[in-house]
């Protein structure tokens, strides 16, 4: 691609930001993240106390991008046919029919996906890594592009279980929304006085554009050097003495794929060493399992991958 490509990527990011941002203020950095997930084909999970706008941060996004919606509460009495869809007799036919579930949508928000039981989280292993559902020895493809937004509540633990190390890391990325500010929460306050914002919200791309800007990010640029600074990163967290297991090849593939996805965005063919550090805290945080000595001192996954990028050496 040329650079004029990307610089059209850039723009047209840049009005789906916008637009976004009329519901969800004050929150830019955390709507790059999101569509830098989406460029890269990734899923998202947003781990935060209830109230702050994860359930209408994804809602915004799919209409923005113009994909079809479906949301799925989770709770511990949800099955996994609930999720994936079952077979149905049909007495006319005779026959077994496939009914699907609300996963056949391209963009799927999954609330309060700790509610359910880890059989019914296990559901969605299939759908995120393959993007397809078997019921029945029959595989049934789900729609492209397909996408999904988890969200928890990191602070109620009552009637809630634990996401199992598997389904963490098949999450390119997870992220905290955050209280807003004084100001946007003034902002947020007068949006609100008549309707919610989000009826506005214009479709800015077709979800097959979103195909195109996914192919697109696959020409940027990753010097050796840069992707070596990767490989270190992620190598640093399997012989961190604070760490017991570390982040898989997975993990530096999504970082290498969501560098990518974010110098498209900021309009550049190569990946910089910033656009790495800017991603690591995300993508490689929740993938790393600390020692039990490690916890009580109430040292977090974050902070770790802070302290190896500050010891990792920075290519020129």
């Not at 807003?180 to 077709?206: A, G």
């Not at 490989?231 to 570390?246: D, F, N, Q, W, Y």
């Not at 990792?312 to 290519?315: E, I, K, Q």
């Given at each position: 691609m040329t650079a004029t490509d990307f610089k059209e990527i850039e723009r047209t990011i840049d009005q789906v930001m916008d637009e976004v941002e009329t519901v969800i203020i004050g929150k830019r950095d955390i709507i790059k993240l999101v569509l830098t997930s989406i460029l890269s084909n990734g899923h998202v999970l947003?781990?935060?106390?209830?109230?702050?706008?994860?359930?209408?941060?994804?809602?915004?996004?799919?209409?923005?991008?113009?994909?079809?919606?479906?949301?799925?509460?989770?709770?511990?009495?949800?099955?996994?046919?609930?999720v994936t869809g079952t077979s149905v007799f049909n007495q006319k036919t005779a026959e077994f029919e496939f009914r699907s579930g609300p996963i056949f949508a391209q963009f799927v928000l999954a609330d309060e996906i700790n509610r359910a039981t880890p059989k019914t989280q296990s559901s969605l292993l299939e759908c995120m890594e393959e993007r397809q559902v078997t019921v029945d020895g029959i595989t049934h493809y789900l729609p492209s592009p397909f996408f999904?937004?988890?969200?928890?509540?990191?602070?109620?633990?009552?009637?809630?279980?634990?996401?199992?190390?598997?389904?963490?890391d098949r999450f390119m990325m997870r992220?905290?929304?955050?209280?807003?500010?004084?100001?946007?929460?003034?902002?947020?306050?007068?949006?609100?006085?008549?309707?919610?914002?989000?009826?506005?919200?214009?479709?800015?791309?077709?979800?097959?554009?979103?195909?195109?800007?996914?192919?697109?990010?696959?020409?940027?640029?990753?010097?050796?050097?840069?992707?070596?600074y990767i490989?270190?990163?992620?190598?640093?967290?399997?012989?961190?003495?604070?760490?017991?297991?570390?982040?898989?090849p997975r993990g530096s593939l999504n970082l290498s794929h969501a560098a990518r996805s974010l110098a498209a965005i900021s309009g550049r063919d190569y990946v910089m060493p910033d656009d790495v550090k800017a991603l690591a805290a995300p993508i490689l945080a929740h993938r790393l399992i600390l020692r039990p000595e490690t916890r009580s001192h109430n040292v977090t996954q974050t902070e770790v991958v802070e302290e190896m990028l500050s010891a990792?050496?920075?290519?020129c």
């Open positions: 947003i781990d935060d106390v209830p109230g702050v706008g994860k359930t209408t941060l994804a809602k915004s996004l799919a209409k923005a991008l113009g994909c079809s919606f479906k949301r799925v509460q989770f709770t511990p009495d949800l099955l996994p046919s609930d999904v937004i988890a969200t928890e509540n990191s602070v109620e633990y009552h009637g809630t279980y634990p996401l199992p190390e598997a389904q963490l992220i905290s929304v955050g209280y807003p500010d004084h100001k946007q929460e003034s902002q947020i306050l007068d949006s609100q006085t008549v309707e919610h914002p989000i009826v506005n919200i214009k479709t800015v791309l077709e979800s097959p554009k979103i195909a195109e800007l996914q192919r697109g990010v696959t020409g940027v640029y990753l010097e050796p050097s840069v992707r070596d490989v270190e990163i992620v190598a640093a967290t399997r012989s961190h003495p604070m760490v017991l297991l570390g982040a898989s990792a050496a920075v290519p």
